[in-house]
């Protein structure tokens, strides 16, 4: 990877627009852990309305993409057992779940294309961000966090980059000089999260001097363990779990029910924040899978 100042950052301020802008264009086209520190969320009322301010930023020193995507499953199983775990599918290799939702999914039946759709790979982007306003932890102002988001979101960064009217003007939210803040607007909708409202401020540069912007890049979390094989189970250990969560041995489709056993201690209260927050398509059996681009860009030097 090459390692680049920030004065020649600042210098590629335009072909970095044009190939992030490229690399949005080709994604278009786990488990959860809520005490990792480095991770915000917003937060909401008990209406489930919110609201802060946040800055997206550019790659991480060394790096060379701002954003990545991973797939993950979380859904209850019959044995009342949790499955919530990284799909292999993230880094292009084969993931018991997936085996399993085709072979459903193939049989024709309703009642098993439903099972599929709750158990569909839901996508996960995350990036690193400034945290702008947070009225209610005040505490998170100022700091950069890692912050994982879903498809209405990066609709929004990428319609940022493509305006869809002529009146608009393109611009690259990741940008330290050129991006703009992210009004995160929040509101309960259909008992999930809805993003619509979000909108983004005026384009300015993200400090006032370079002294400073230097600080905020050296806070950057490395964004490569998201796509690293090391941070991914086996396929034979997702086999296993998979297995677990089914009550069942009985090969990729197998779904009958046997003795439940015990109920693994899960605290179910993170699935129904992550619910919420991530968008899932259901009008088909997987999401389609064009990103190969995209892949094969990060792990360029």
Request: aromatic share 12%; proline share 4%; charged share 35%.
């Amino acid at each position: 990877m090459s390692i680049k100042t920030l004065s020649a950052l600042k210098k590629q301020s335009k072909k970095t627009f044009e190939k992030i802008s490229t690399e949005l264009d080709n994604m278009t086209k786990s488990s959860y852990n809520n005490d990792d520190d480095r991770f915000w969320q917003p937060t909401v009322d008990k209406h489930g309305n919110g609201f802060a301010i946040i800055r997206f930023l550019p790659a991480p020193q060394g790096e060379d993409v701002p954003v990545v995507r991973y797939y993950d499953h979380g859904f209850q199983g019959p044995t009342g057992q949790w499955y919530i775990e990284k799909s292999l599918t993230s880094i292009g290799k084969d993931d018991p779940v997936s085996e399993t939702n085709s072979d459903l999914w193939n049989t024709g039946l309703e009642s098993n294309k439903e099972i599929v759709r709750k158990r569909k790979r839901k996508v996960r982007y995350v990036s690193n961000i400034q945290v702008v306003k947070d009225s209610d932890n005040t505490e998170n102002e100022g700091k950069v966090f890692l912050y994982r988001f879903g498809t209405k979101i990066f609709e929004k960064i990428k319609n940022a980059m493509h305006p869809e009217f002529e009146d608009e003007e393109p611009f690259n939210p990741y940008d330290f000089w050129d991006g703009a803040e992210f009004k995160l607007k929040i509101r309960k909708k259909d008992g999930f999260r809805n993003y619509d409202a979000s909108e983004w401020g005026d384009k300015k540069p993200i400090a006032d001097d370079d002294d400073e912007i230097q600080k905020i890049w050296d806070s950057e979390y490395s964004l490569g363990e998201f796509l690293d094989p090391s941070t991914y189970k086996t396929y034979d250990e997702l086999k296993a779990r998979l297995n677990k969560i089914l009550g069942t041995n009985a090969g990729r489709s197998g779904d009958t029910v046997a003795d439940a056993g015990e109920t693994d201690d899960i605290d179910t209260s993170a699935m129904d924040s992550v619910e919420g927050d991530f968008e899932v398509d259901t009008s088909g059996l997987e999401d389609d899978d064009d990103t190969t681009a995209f892949f094969n860009e990060l792990v360029k030097d």
